[in-house]
């Protein structure tokens, strides 16, 4: 049975996969030059997921206004890992003490988010899916370590489609599997059980 915080990803030796949802302007410019440009925002923050029903399920299947498009970012492992240290969850965890949270949660520039991780039809799994919010610094390090980006949409709009009337198989989409945290640091500033 899954149950608790956990990240599941597309991933290898090298490169985690996360996912973001944008408007064309956005989404094109980011394909064309294999990084954002100038119409992405370095001053506000931004969300990455590694879960791609997550994401689906936040988008919309692309259907939501800005985010018409699904990017997959390929990042390199130790860009990703170093994003989970300098995180901090958006609400205290149990047992956490509230000022000394609330400071670190002002001062970081990544946080962590769980929700329920998602089925195909948006049904809640029995796990959390991670969402990270990067700003500031992070973000640079983020678009620093991305390896690829590649355009989802073709696929989300072909998958929703089969999704809709009852012919998606799981198994054509994303393969995801637990990505290991072995830092218990990480793994208890974050609860990742």
Not at 107 to 132: E, H, K, N
């Amino acid at each position: 049975m899954e149950t608790g915080n956990e990240i599941y990803a597309q991933y290898d030796n090298r490169t985690i996969r996360v996912y973001q949802a944008y408007n064309p302007v956005i989404a094109q410019e980011a394909l064309r030059l294999q990084t954002f440009g100038t119409h992405f925002s370095l001053s506000r923050m931004t969300w990455i997921k590694p879960s791609f029903l997550w994401m689906m399920y936040r988008c919309g299947w692309c259907s939501k206004k800005d985010q018409e498009m699904t990017l997959a970012l390929d990042i390199r492992r130790e860009v990703f890992d170093e994003l989970l240290r300098q995180a901090v969850l958006t609400h205290p965890a149990d047992g956490m003490d509230g000022a000394a949270w609330r400071q670190k949660l002002d001062t970081s520039p990544v946080r962590v988010q769980w929700d329920p991780d998602r089925r195909p039809d948006g049904s809640p799994l029995g796990r959390r899916a991670i969402q990270m919010g990067v700003r500031d610094t992070a973000v640079t390090q983020m678009l620093g370590g991305i390896v690829r980006i590649e355009d989802m949409t073709p696929l989300v709009k072909k998958w929703d489609a089969k999704r809709r009337a009852g012919t998606l198989d799981r198994s054509e989409l994303p393969r995801e599997r637990l990505y290991p945290v072995t830092d218990p640091e990480i793994c208890r500033n974050l609860v990742i059980r």
